[in-house]
């Protein structure tokens, strides 16, 4: 017979185990967050809360990490809601055209920039006329639907001259016999161009700037950059323009914002720099600059539009600043000059700058620095005036070109002023009243310079080409007074002329000044 509990030993409020309400002992271990408190540790306690012991466990614990692999195979029911199958973005036609004429003329507009660009419908944009050639009909418009598919389907008959072999042949004896060489285009094309390879054959060095290392630098710089500033020569804005890299970015980049900056604008008139601002800056944002550590021209006005570029892209922690351009246009110069000292290793003979270069303006804006590119228009035959197009635009070095006299007669046709070079090489003039064809004739003027300087050969022959590359030299290096005259220039009544505006080293309205005059140079604000 079992023998009864007694009140006290179970369950009996009134019994106390070690100072407890419970019979139970609840245990003192550190890592039971029901232990009791005694004495002086109930007020004011610093023993280990029960978060403090759960996140203990939680660290001596293993993951289970099958648990974790496992997938939920089951069937779920998702709550019914409108918006999982239907589209709730939809407008009317009307706002669509309003929003297709707004945007373009923002993205057109070179003074105006379009904040997210990516996350705009820009399919929306292209009409129905517009082909990824180019613009073009409609397919509908010229074959509509119900005459294409359905019951109503019409197709044309090809028209076709030749129905059979026998009328093929004859065909083709008829034009055998009504042929005529004078009139063949084709072949005149292909007289020329042995010609002209027979005459010169293309060297090695004019392929710097094209190969696939420098264009991978490129596509490095162009995926790395924010904004694309294209550096362009003020004596030459289009012929040092990349066109292709152009229609690249505003095709299938327009998320980057793209800066013209013409340097070198000191070896130019004043008047010269300022008219190809206003003509350039209808596409893009253009400014004048003169890339100097000590005396720069521009840097403000372009320090203050990185910054409203910046300003922008609020979302990005930092924003890059690509620099591209032709060799020798001045890019690393003109980081230079924004930094104000030398950051990247500059000179002035192109392919100085072999890696691209990543340089810090401010904590937010870093430059890059790209080697120079030539891109390849696909007209450039194989002749010497397109190969003198390259050698006077400094992406060859002249000391590494093997015939540079062939090269001369493009260069004396671009001087502007015949008297810089009397003025430069101290040409006698009694030399030029007896041979007035001096600076046409490029054997006569290279063999008189040779004299000149004493350039001889063994026998008292002129040396000309070692005088031919002196003045290539000069000519890159801007000694030698050039430029290309703007579109629809206007002749200003001055009191100097061109030449005497070329003289000085900052054209009046280029020098340094307090930035009223460089906004007015720069024409951010001036457009026809």
């Given at each position: 017979m079992a023998k009864?509990?007694?009140?006290?030993a179970v369950g009996n409020k009134g019994s106390k185990?070690?100072?407890g309400s419970s019979a139970f002992n609840p245990g003192n271990a550190s890592t039971n967050p029901d232990r009791a408190k005694k004495g002086a540790q109930a007020k004011g306690s610093q023993m280990r809360s029960k978060a403090t012991i759960k996140r203990l466990n939680m660290y001596s614990n293993k993951a289970d990490r099958e648990k974790m692999r496992e997938h939920p195979t089951a069937p779920v029911r998702i709550q019914p809601d409108r918006r999982w199958f239907g589209n709730t973005?939809?407008?009317?036609?009307?706002?669509?055209?309003?929003?297709?004429d707004e945007i373009a003329k923002s993205v057109h507009d070179p003074f105006k920039v379009v904040l997210k660009n990516s996350k705009i419908p820009m399919s929306l944009l292209q009409t129905e006329g517009t082909t990824e050639k180019g613009l073009g009909q409609s397919l509908l418009a010229v074959e509509p639907y119900s005459e294409t598919f359905g019951k109503g389907s019409q197709r044309k008959r090809p028209k076709l001259s030749i129905s059979n072999l026998e009328d093929m042949a004859e065909a083709s004896n008829k034009r055998c016999k009504t042929y005529d060489e004078t009139r063949d285009t084709s072949l005149k094309a292909n007289d020329e161009r042995e010609e002209a390879q027979d005459t010169m054959i293309s060297e090695e060095v004019f392929r710097k700037g094209t190969s696939k290392r420098i264009w991978q630098e490129l596509y490095k710089v162009v995926d790395s950059s924010d904004i694309i500033v294209e550096v362009i020569d003020a004596r030459d804005p289009m012929g040092t323009r990349c066109i292709p890299l152009e229609r690249e970015l505003k095709k299938n980049r327009a998320n980057k914002h793209l800066i013209l900056l013409m340097n070198k604008c000191d070896l130019v008139p004043s008047w010269v720099a300022k008219k190809w601002v206003q003509t350039l800056?209808?596409?893009?944002?253009?400014?004048?600059?003169?890339?100097?550590?000590?005396?720069?021209?521009?840097?403000?006005a372009l320090i203050q539009l990185l910054r409203q570029f910046a300003g922008l892209m609020k979302d990005r922690k930092h924003v890059s600043v690509g620099f591209v351009g032709f060799p020798n246009v001045g890019k690393s110069s003109v980081v230079n000059a924004l930094k104000g000292t030398e950051a990247c290793k500059a000179a002035p003979v192109p392919g100085e700058t072999k890696v691209w270069q990543y340089v810090a303006l401010t904590k937010r804006i870093y430059l890059i620095d790209c080697p120079g590119i030539v891109p390849?228009?696909?007209?450039?035959?194989?002749?010497?005036?397109?190969?003198?197009?390259?050698v006077l635009k400094g992406v060859v070095r002249p000391e590494k070109l093997s015939s540079p006299s062939l090269y001369i007669p493009d260069l004396l046709s671009r001087i502007v002023d015949t008297s810089r070079l009397v003025k430069k090489y101290s040409i006698n003039p009694t030399i030029i009243a007896e041979n007035p064809h001096i600076f046409t004739d490029a054997n006569l003027f290279l063999s008189t310079l040779a004299v000149r300087m004493g350039k001889l050969l063994k026998g008292g022959e002129p040396d000309i080409e070692t005088v031919a590359r002196v003045v290539i030299?000069?000519?890159?290096?801007?000694?030698l007074p050039y430029f290309v005259p703007p579109p629809n220039a206007e002749k200003f009544e001055e009191t100097e002329d061109a030449s005497a505006e070329a003289d000085e080293v900052y054209p009046e309205g280029l020098g340094d000044n307090d930035g009223t005059e460089e906004q007015e140079v720069t024409g951010s604000d001036n457009r026809d």
């Open positions: 009864p509990i007694s009140k006290g185990w070690r100072g973005r939809v407008i009317t036609q009307g706002r669509l055209q309003d929003f297709r800056s209808k596409e893009y944002p253009t400014l004048a600059f003169h890339a100097s550590v000590t005396n720069p021209f521009g840097k403000n390849d228009h696909g007209n450039w035959e194989i002749t010497i005036s397109a190969e003198a197009d390259k030299q000069d000519w890159q290096k801007g000694r």
